[in-house]
């Protein structure tokens, strides 16, 4: 029972840190070969954990071949747009100046009802807003909406905003973000006094944050118990 329990944790943190060199996109923007690979993976670790009689490293080597297959695939795609194509495939058109392509959505086995279903997922209810939707390698749906259902931007009415930047995360959890801290200039000194303003400790807030035009949010972590 232990050692099957060592090997699940073995195979577990191997996987875990395996996936985790193979990049940060989430399984639905796995391109095809990244896909069969995790699905492959996750076949291989299964098999040794439960089953003692075999070898641990009959699982191991295997999901580091896959590994090695993964970044040689990947440096093939960052060489050669032709072998890219082949291993990937290309976006395909589905929606091209306002007008569905029947021979593209028979081509990908695309019906109506899913266009409609992936165009409502993308805030689209009426098929006629769209001017070309794009059906992208990795089965997700691009739409474009034609120019006069756009929503406005600041830039069509000659407005420019004032530059916001992106927040910095202070604290989380009690826990001064040191590294955020260093970024924006500030040290903890400043950090407790501004803290203090919202009645509290940096260790007792749930989370404390800095957006670009330097204004603070504070929110206290809720008592144990309550």
């Given at each position: ?44 670790a299964s098999i040794p954990m439960t089953e003692i009689g075999i070898p641990i490293s009959k699982g191991i080597i295997p999901i580091l071949g896959l590994l090695l297959m993964h970044l040689l695939i990947s440096i093939i795609n960052l060489k050669s747009i032709k072998l ?143």
């Open positions: 029972m232990l050692i099957t329990f060592i090997r699940a944790i073995v195979l577990y943190i191997l996987v875990l840190v395996v996936m985790r060199l193979m990049g940060k996109r989430e399984i639905g923007q796995l391109q095809p070969f990244e896909l069969a690979i995790a699905i492959m993976i996750a076949d291989l890219r194509e082949l291993i990937c495939g290309k976006p395909s058109m589905l929606i091209y100046r306002g007008k569905i392509d029947e021979k593209v959505l028979k081509k990908e086995r695309f019906t109506i009802n899913e266009l409609q279903e992936r165009l409502r997922g993308n805030g689209i209810v009426n098929i006629g807003d769209v001017e070309y939707a794009i059906l992208e390698t990795n089965g997700e749906v691009t739409v474009i909406q034609k120019p006069n259902k756009r929503n406005s931007i600041p830039e069509d009415f000659n407005i420019m905003p004032d530059y916001e930047g992106i927040p910095y995360d202070l604290v989380i959890d009690g826990v001064i973000m040191e590294d955020n801290l260093s970024k924006i200039g500030k040290n903890e000194i400043w950090l407790r006094k501004q803290v203090q303003k919202f009645g509290m400790k940096p260790e007792e807030a749930l989370i404390v944050t800095l957006d670009g035009k330097s204004q603070i949010f504070c929110q206290k972590k809720e008592e144990e118990g309550k």
